[in-house]
């Protein structure tokens, strides 16, 4: 069982950066995991941010963070992050970490097979 517990959202105003981070339990090894982020405002469907594929590390990203979100990820503290800069107000969400050994489709969320319990993000404007 892989156990995710995501850190560091918060409030913060616009155009400032958060980082979060997802780590995963002693003996998950992240690098044979594709790893994501999701997030979900109130009211609306959780959606793809952000992912980086266990085989070689190519990363995807939603349009609507492209450029502005980095995922990244330490193999040997298996810990994945989500740098995100620029930050406008309809990014405020809770975001979730997710993790699949094979997803069929990397920015689908019913492809993950593990979550954490979400880390709120709030931008101010």
């Known amino acids: 069982q892989v156990q995710l517990v995501e850190s560091g959202g918060g409030l913060v105003q616009a155009g400032g950066s958060l980082r979060l981070s997802c780590a995963a339990s002693?003996?998950?090894?992240?690098?044979?995991?594709?790893m994501g982020w999701f997030r979900q405002a109130p009211g609306k469907e959780r959606e793809f941010v952000a992912a980086?594929?266990?085989?070689?590390?190519?990363?995807y990203y939603a349009n609507s963070v492209k450029g502005r979100f980095t995922i990244s990820r330490d193999n040997a503290k298996n810990t994945v992050f989500l740098q995100m800069n620029s930050l406008k107000p309809e990014d405020t969400a809770v975001y979730y970490c997710?993790?699949?050994?094979?997803?069929?489709?990397?920015?689908?969320?019913?492809?993950?097979?593990?979550w954490g319990q979400g880390t709120q993000v709030t931008v101010s404007s």
């Open positions: 002693v003996g998950t090894f992240i690098s044979t995991y594709t």
């Open positions: 997710a993790a699949a050994r094979r997803p069929a489709y990397y920015s689908d969320y019913p492809s993950y097979n593990y």
């Open positions: 980086i594929i266990w085989s070689g590390g190519i990363t």
